[in-house]
Every structure is written in structure tokens, then in C-alpha cells.
């Protein structure tokens, strides 16, 4: 599957000017788009974080899927706005991909038997061969 995809530095961008917007709107007290604006900043983060870590971030107050939708949707609306849209997407991608459910049956790269999946998401073949699938952490790359 190929899909149109934000540059990291577009992501970091947009998180800028996203909270800039949120403070900005704050301080005139204007609350909607307070917290639309903060919204976006959080879909925004958790995204970076994802792109970190193959393990889905913790955040202390993440969009539920149906702001996320909503938010997507006004986005297509207004026209405006591509790469946040394109941004807010590939969360929402990202999120339905990590709840597929693993499988409970791999085929053991190392001796080709039927290898089940242990406690931890970590598969063992007839062999006794141990490999885990996904929920690995891929290294970190640059700074946090
Ligand atoms: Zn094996």
C-alpha cells in the first residue's frame, strides 16, 4: 500500500504552528478553536510518536477515534489544509493497522514449522525457535 506521506520536518512544523494557534487562540479566549487547535496538536503528536516507536505512544489525553474522524472530516470539507489532512490520515491508518489482530500461527523462518504465538506477542516454533512478529520497537532514530 502506497500513500501519500508528511516529511518528518512537515510533521514538526505543523505541531509548531498547530500550538502556536492553540495558544494564540487561548489567550484571546477564543475556546472552540482553542481546543480544536489543541486537538489537532495532540492527533499531530501522537503520530510522531508512532513513527518513533513501532509500540503505539502512551499519551495522557489522547483524541478518541470519533474526534479523530471528525477532525478528518472538516479537514476534507474545508479543502484547505492538505498536509495536515494527509498527517491526520496516516494516524487514523495507523491506528486501525495496529488493532489487526497477530496471528496465532506463524511460519518459523528459521526451521519452517508452525510457530505459536507466547504471552508478549512472541512466537515459538516445534524447534523452540523465539521471534516476535511486531510490537518490537524499531530503533529510535535522532533525537526524541
Ligand atoms: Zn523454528
Known sequence: MTMNRI????????????????DNAGDD???????????????????????????PVELTDPLNDSELTRLIWGLKAEGFHQRLLTG???LQQRRNADRQPVPEVMICDMCGH?????????????????????????????AA
Open 29 to 55: 479566549k477564543r475556546q472552540v478553536d482553542r481546543i480544536y487547535h489543541s486537538n489537532i496538536v495532540s492527533a499531530l503528536e501522537e503520530l510522531r510518536g508512532y513513527r518513533a516507536s513501532a509500540i
Open 114 to 142: 508452525d510457530a505459536w504465538l507466547q504471552e508478549h506477542g512472541t512466537y515459538e516454533c516445534d524447534e523452540g525457535h523465539l521471534f516476535e512478529v511486531r510490537r518490537t520497537p524499531i530503533s529510535k532514530g535522532g
Open 88 to 90: 491526520l490520515v496516516e
Open 7 to 22: 516529511t518528518d520536518e512537515s510533521l514538526n512544523q505543523l505541531i509548531g504552528i498547530e500550538s502556536l494557534a492553540s
